[in-house]
């Protein structure tokens, strides 16, 4: 299982880039947030779901997290440099937490849901939790919190209760200017 930190700070695709980080307490949502923007970078980043083909990481884009407080999830909303949303990227995990430096972390428990922005929905890295398994680097309880996160999430997202689509839009423009969170007045 992999830790995985909201920095980012050891991506070596990224040349600049710029992170920031804060708790926040609302109705909607209680947890880190997170923005981390792209400056420069070596090579742009492109995945491919299904017949569609995405570029994810480039010069102007920017990824705002969310960590869900007491969640086994971690939810990226990927915007392009006109800000246009590109995808959610739903990352299972075990337990999340934040550094002494306040950097927002999680333990990757392999499965990943992808939503992109045409609505078309992907259940990742089956076969990665199942390897896992089969080398003892999770237990069975992992395993099965996993499957029932995944479960969980699909059916929310197919129920359209899944508030993350919406929020991230909304706060992608309200709380963010330049890269960088609004200073309060």
Request: hydrophobic fraction near 35%; glycine fraction near 6%.
């Amino acid at each position: 299982m992999k830790r995985k930190f909201g920095d980012r700070a050891n991506w070596r695709r990224i040349t600049r880039r710029h992170f920031t980080s804060r708790y926040v307490e609302c109705e909607q949502f209680t947890g880190y947030l997170t923005l981390y923007t792209i400056y420069g970078l070596k090579e742009p980043l492109w995945k491919t779901y299904g017949q569609h083909t995405y570029r994810i990481a480039d010069r102007g884009y920017s990824w705002l997290q969310y960590y869900p407080k007491d969640s086994h999830f971690i939810v990226t909303a990927m915007f392009d440099d006109k800000r246009n949303i590109v995808q959610w990227y739903i990352d299972i995990c075990k337990k999340q937490g934040v550094t002494d430096q306040g950097v927002p972390w999680f333990d990757d428990l392999y499965l990943d849901v992808v939503v992109v922005k045409n609505g078309e929905v992907f259940l990742l890295d089956e076969d990665e939790l199942e390897d896992a398994l089969r080398r003892n680097d999770i237990t069975r309880d992992d395993y099965r919190l996993a499957k029932v996160t995944a479960r969980g999430l699909l059916r929310a997202i197919d129920a359209h209760e899944f508030p993350y689509f919406m929020m991230s839009l909304k706060h992608r423009d309200q709380l963010f200017h330049n890269g960088e969170f609004r200073r309060n007045k």
